[in-house]
């Protein structure tokens, strides 16, 4: 097997075949698809070099951005800590990529004796020469520009920040794009952890993502869409458990056989489905399983023009609920609160949250772009509305924006979402963090208060309920307001891993781990978790535990929490070496990760004034009261002063 594996698109074929030939001239043996026989199936070919490479070298460019098998490579390279990447052009590698350093490639005219060759050179041999236990050697790229605000992209918890902006807009992993090959949907994988122990209701139903079976397989979106909408409508009803979509979707594209999923989210029905289009005309298929024994209570198929799309959701919907044996008491179900009846603006929502869900700059800037048109063609869009502001948060947790400009943006939307949609709890939600991550608590609890007053059940409204109290150290009230997150959306991340944060803040961190753990079986890509294991494991008393799993983080995480850890294991020269170079790389950016260090450290000012310059910086600082790693400071008059400017309990 290679030493090195690259992975790139066509465009990007003779600065591929550049790298490679300068990469075995310097000694590496590299594959490439170049390397493919004839007669070799070509996907089982490319994952086994993958696995067997000792680093993978990703060419990221503008065409190679919108590439899932670029992504997926560059994800996996990531994961396993194996990853170079290189820019070939002005743009940015996606987000979730960037903490990365890339080596800078641009204008390279295949020269090996230029520095950024060499420079790849050097990284190579540090991944190839390796003991599997070391971290590959962060290749220095140029400083960011002071101007521009980076956001706080090292902190432990931020990365939750930017996935809960996305999640407001519906989207928190990217929906897969590979079509599925056959004519009835297929439903998803297991993942591994356990059911709960609480009896299943008999009204309750989980809504898969409909399969796009058109005949370019181009209507993802589409279907996408007309499973959401469903999901939406059936929502309303009082008596049925709807688990939410980032639950319900999670299982797309896996082969997880429905009595599985349904164990999964905790329902005893599974709703499936498919569309077909073709020009105007449509054709979507719906079945209603019983999941237990996999009886069909309830199956049809529409044929319409495309204009009667919103007809046939609300009539799938209605069908569902009489299948169900429920009486509805206000009659048929209704459209959504801020939804539309526009079908092209309809369209374009739905392309924006396509689009949004590629996360990178040029991604995001296409999503505002098609929701400004959905919204002239229909200014009383409320949800199209609120998905401006979930994109202008985004863009502000990943620097797109500066934090006074990104908040205040955000806010205005969300208040013209509820100008034209005054009874839209996720616009209110929306709003909730807005204020939070300004500081003002008090305008944040009265927003999270007017969305559960419309929704007590809403998975968003409730998450922003116990991000609020968290804040505050309403410990009882946060944790039953995640509990409650958790019983609508079972396999949110965001959720299980907040509720790990409240164990966490509250000293009990056996069970922080434990919930920790359940975030990294659901999320193995998610960022932050094995720093957030590593944290519990230390106050239990466990640093070289910790130290284990902090090292199995990447890269872009780990340097934040990785001098405490030293130092727990009396590795201070180590420590000292961390703690400055985390400084060096990120002062601008991470202010309050490095005020935790010098709280470990007992370093009373430098941990104050890295707290105030976390301050100045506008870092999303929402879990201080309570953060044992300040315990040291509690007894400083100075903290109790930080603590009273940021309005939280001393």
């Known amino acids: 097997m290679a030493d090195v594996f690259i992975s790139y698109v066509s465009e990007d074929r003779a600065t591929a ?19 493919i026989h004839g007669g070799v199936d070509f996907s089982t070919e490319i994952e086994r070099q993958l696995n067997a490479a000792k680093v993978v070298v990703v060419l990221w460019s503008a065409a190679s951005l919108d590439s899932k098998w670029v ?85 432990v918890g931020v990365v939750a920040v930017l996935a809960l902006a996305l999640a407001y807009f519906g989207v928190e992993r ?13 439903a998803a994988g297991t993942p591994t952890i356990a059911p709960a122990a609480t009896a299943i209701p008999e009204k309750s139903i989980a809504v898969l993502p409909f399969t796009d079976m058109s005949e370019k397989h181009d209507q993802e979106y589409l279907a996408d869409g007309m499973a959401e909408e469903i999901l939406n409508l059936l929502a309303q009803v009082p008596d049925l458990l709807v688990p939410a979509r980032t639950s319900s979707f999670y299982f797309k594209g896996k082969p997880t056989k429905v009595p599985d ?37 309830w199956s049809e198929t529409y044929d319409r023009e495309l204009r009667d799309v919103f007809k046939v959701q609300d009539d799938i919907a209605n069908a569902v609920v009489q299948a169900l044996q ?81 908040y ?107 919930m920790y753990r359940r975030e990294l079986e659901v999320a193995p890509d998610s960022m932050f978790v094995h720093v957030d294991i590593g944290g519990a494991l230390l106050l239990q008393g466990k640093p070289e535990a910790a130290l284990a799993m902090v090292q199995q983080d990447v890269e872009r995480t780990r340097p934040a929490f990785l001098p405490i850890v030293l ?19 990120c002062a601008d950016r991470c202010a309050y990760a490095i005020a935790l260090n010098y709280a470990y450290r007992d370093d009373h000012d430098l941990a104050l004034q890295w707290l105030e310059r976390a301050y100045q910086q506008k870092e999303a600082m929402l879990q201080i009261v309570g953060e044992p790693l300040l315990k040291n400071l509690a007894d400083d008059p100075r903290y109790k002063a930080f603590l009273r400017k940021m309005k939280l309990p001393e």
């Open 17 to 35: 075949e550049k790298i490679s030939r300068g990469l075995e001239d310097a000694g590496y043996s590299v594959w490439w698809d170049r390397h």
């Open 71 to 155: 992504r997926d490579e560059a994800q996996q390279a990531r994961d396993e800590n194996k990853l170079i990447p290189l820019r070939l052009d002005g743009v940015q590698p996606p987000l979730g990529f960037r903490q990365a350093q890339s080596l800078d490639f641009r204008g390279w005219n295949g020269d090996p004796t230029v520095g950024a060759f060499a420079a790849l050179v050097d990284s190579a041999r540090d991944f190839v020469d390796r003991l599997p236990t070391d971290a590959p050697r962060a290749v220095p790229t140029a400083a960011p520009k002071r101007s521009r605000w980076r956001g706080p992209r090292i902190v």
């Open 174 to 186: 990217f929906w897969p794009s590979k079509p599925v090959a056959t004519e009835q949907p297929v």
């Open 261 to 297: 999923i349904a164990r999964e989210l905790g329902v005893v029905n599974v709703l499936e489905g498919s569309i077909r289009r073709s020009g105007d005309h449509l054709r979507v298929t719906a079945q209603l399983v019983r999941a237990d024994n996999g009886y069909h209570l």
């Open 326 to 406: 429920i009486k509805l008491m206000g009659g048929e179900l209704s459209r959504r609160k801020g939804g539309t009846e526009n079908l092209e603006a309809y369209q374009l929502y739905l392309r924006a949250l396509s689009s949004y869900n590629q996360l990178t700059e040029s991604s995001m800037d296409a999503t505002e772009k098609y929701l400004d048109q959905a919204i002239k063609l229909d200014p009383s869009y409320g949800m199209a509305q609120r998905a401006l502001a979930a994109n202008a948060l985004a863009k502000t947790m990943s620097g797109m924006l500066d934090p006074a400009e990104g």
């Open 408 to 514: 205040e943006r955000a806010r205005q939307q969300a208040q013209r979402a509820l100008q034209v949609s005054p009874d839209l709890a996720e616009a209110h939600s929306q709003i909730a963090w807005v204020f939070a991550l300004n500081w003002d608590w008090a305008a944040a609890q009265a927003e999270v208060q007017r969305a559960l007053a419309i929704d007590p059940t809403n998975p968003y409204a409730l998450r922003a309920a116990g991000m609020v109290s968290l804040a505050l150290g309403r410990w009882d009230d946060a944790e039953r307001q995640y509990r409650a997150a958790l019983a609508r959306d079972p396999l949110n991340r965001l959720a299980i891993k907040s509720l790990g944060d409240v164990y966490y803040l509250t000293g009990r961190y056996a069970e922080a781990e434990a």
């Open 567 to 585: 130092q727990a294991n009396g590795r201070m020269a180590e420590a000292d070496a961390a703690l400055q170079a985390l400084i060096a790389q």
